[in-house]
C-alpha cells in the first residue's frame, strides 16, 4: 500500500508560480509511474503531467505544456510539478497518483493505482 501526500499548494495572482510535491511512503516508490491530476469545481478530473518510474520520459496535457514541468526524486521518494505562467483556469485541486501499471498512466482512474488527498491550487486574476 502506498501512500501519497501533496503540499505546496496556496493562493497565486495570474503569472505566478507555485512548485507542488508529492510525498510517498509504504511502497517502492522508484517502480511507479506519477502522475498529477487536477480537478475543478463542477468538472471532472483531468491529467496534467506524468513521469515514467526512470524520470526519463514526461508527458502533458496540452492546456499545460510548455508552463508545467514534472519531476521526481527517486532518492527521496517524492515527485514534483512545478508551474508557472499560471492562470486562473489552473485553478483545481491537485491529485498526486502512483500507477503501478507498465502503460495508460494518463487515463488511469481511482481503482488503476494510489492516490493522494489532494491539495488546492487557486490562481486569482
Known amino acids: 500500500q502506498v501512500q501519497l501526500v501533496e503540499s505546496g499548494g496556496g493562493l497565486v495572482q495570474a503569472g505566478g508560480s507555485l512548485r507542488l510535491s508529492c510525498a510517498a511512503s509504504?511502497?517502492?516508490?522508484?517502480?511507479?509511474?506519477m502522475a498529477w491530476f487536477r480537478q475543478a469545481p463542477g468538472k471532472e478530473r483531468e491529467f496534467v503531467a506524468a513521469?515514467?518510474?526512470?524520470?526519463?520520459?514526461?508527458y502533458y496535457a496540452d492546456s499545460v505544456k510548455g508552463r508545467f514541468t514534472i519531476s521526481r526524486d527517486n532518492a527521496k521518494n517524492t515527485v514534483y510539478l512545478q508551474m508557472n505562467s499560471l492562470k486562473p483556469e489552473d485553478t483545481a485541486v491537485y491529485y498526486c497518483?502512483?500507477?503501478?501499471?507498465?502503460?495508460?498512466?494518463?487515463?488511469?482512474?481511482?481503482?488503476?493505482?494510489?492516490w493522494g488527498q489532494g491539495t488546492q491550487v487557486t490562481v486569482s486574476s
Open positions: 497518483a502512483a500507477d503501478p501499471r507498465p502503460y495508460g498512466i494518463s487515463t488511469m482512474t481511482l481503482k488503476d493505482g494510489y
Open positions: 509504504g511502497g517502492t516508490f522508484s517502480s511507479y509511474n
Open positions: 513521469i515514467t518510474w526512470t524520470g526519463a520520459g514526461t
